[in-house]
């Protein structure tokens, strides 16, 4: 454990401060600025502050979901992050360590990432920001009127979203939630490009990016039960979507247990591995 600990530290000094994690942070930045700007001119138009709950609604958005999921992609793109330091290291902590400091970076930098997605989303509005424990008069009204239309803001305020959860429910479970889909990427990007030895991973993880709009579009929304973009959005677990199964709970058994999964997988790579090379655990 401490070994895989050790190997966990390294990957991330190693991989977060990469000049491609670092452009990619400041396009989130601006993304995430320019998609809240509206919000803002909208309260000092009406001569109100907007209370710090964006996170939630741009966790429900599916054009903010594709880009925060590419951008996902792109952040473990890399996988399995073998640099030059690659075969001393596994020589030293060995194969079953080698794996299991991988799959802890893949959960810590998914947090981080998300972590940062909701740091931008209230530093955004900070200039109109009234701290505030409700979701406010601006929230409100974008939920229950067409006044986003008017100030063009990008995304949709959802009515249930608003009406059923407490600010502080909504991003707490949209963050976890979230977290759980980034990790979900991550550890699919890492196992398929692991096992295959090629970047047949980008590919897998990047179907499942658009599986969420490929529905949407054509197909029957009993799939979204196998996509994991559309279980980290709470707009969908109300109406009739509720009768194929979507529901917050499916949600949490659906990361729960595919998680789980992947990572039995990735942590039986290193078993093998010790096995077939000899190596220490």
């Not at 903010?64 to 473990?76: P, T, Y």
Request: net charge positive; proline share 3%; aromatic share 18%.
């Amino acid at each position: 454990m401490s070994k895989g600990l050790r190997v966990f530290c390294f990957q991330l000094k190693q991989e977060l401060v990469q000049v491609r994690v670092l452009i990619l942070f400041m396009i989130l930045a601006v993304f995430i600025y320019s998609y809240l700007e509206p919000v803002a001119n909208l309260a000092q138009a009406v001569g109100e502050k907007v209370s710090p709950w964006a996170f939630p609604h741009l966790m429900n958005d599916y054009i903010c979901q594709m880009v925060f999921m590419v951008s996902a992609v792109f952040l473990f793109s890399t996988a399995p992050f073998e640099g030059k330091a690659h075969y001393y290291i596994i020589q030293r902590s060995g194969s079953l360590s080698w794996q299991l400091g991988n799959v802890l970076y893949i959960l810590a930098s998914s947090f981080l990432f998300v972590g940062f997605i909701w740091v931008l989303s209230v530093i955004s509005l900070l200039s109109r920001t009234k701290f505030s424990g409700d979701w406010g008069i601006i929230w409100g009204t974008l939920a229950r009127t067409n006044t986003g239309n008017q100030y063009d803001v990008p995304f949709t305020v959802f009515a249930y979203i608003v009406g059923v959860f407490s600010p502080m429910e909504a991003t707490a479970i949209s963050f976890l939630l979230e977290w759980a889909c980034v990790s979900w990427m991550g550890l699919v990007v890492y196992l398929f490009n692991y096992i295959t030895k090629k970047m047949t991973g980008i590919l897998v993880a990047s179907l499942f990016v658009f599986l969420d709009v490929m529905i949407y579009n054509s197909w029957t929304p009993k799939a979204y039960l196998f996509s994991p973009v559309t279980l980290a959005q709470l707009k969908v677990m109300s109406g009739n979507n509720l009768s194929y199964g979507v529901s917050l709970k499916y949600a949490v058994v659906f990361f729960v247990v595919t998680i789980t999964f992947f990572i039995v997988i990735c942590l039986g790579q290193g078993t093998k591995k010790v096995k077939k090379w000899g190596l220490k655990k």
